[in-house]
């Protein structure tokens, strides 16, 4: 079962526009989605590769990356990405 790791900030505003997006996709396909600040957890940040934020990594159960994408992304283009990976 694939989840997706979100990452943000506080003070970012695409995050923000982003964020619910993310949480209809989720919620109408059945996927899990972890949510985390860029900066108040560095370590996993990095274990990903983030950079820039907003950015999605889509893992498989075992935490695995399939895909990561940044910036955000209209709900057709998530939806169907998320249907297609894993």
Not at 1 to 28: D, H, L, R
């Amino acid at each position: 079962m694939k989840k997706i790791i979100y990452f943000s900030t506080t003070w970012c505003g695409p995050c923000k526009a982003f964020k619910p997006v993310v949480q209809e996709v989720s919620q109408e396909l059945g996927i899990q989605v972890s949510y985390t600040d860029a900066e108040a957890d560095p370590t996993l940040a990095k274990m990903y590769n983030v950079t820039s934020v907003p950015t999605i990594v889509i893992t498989d159960q075992t935490g695995t990356a399939l895909y990561r994408h940044t910036g955000p992304m209209p709900k057709g283009q998530l939806s169907q990405l998320l249907r297609t990976i894993g």
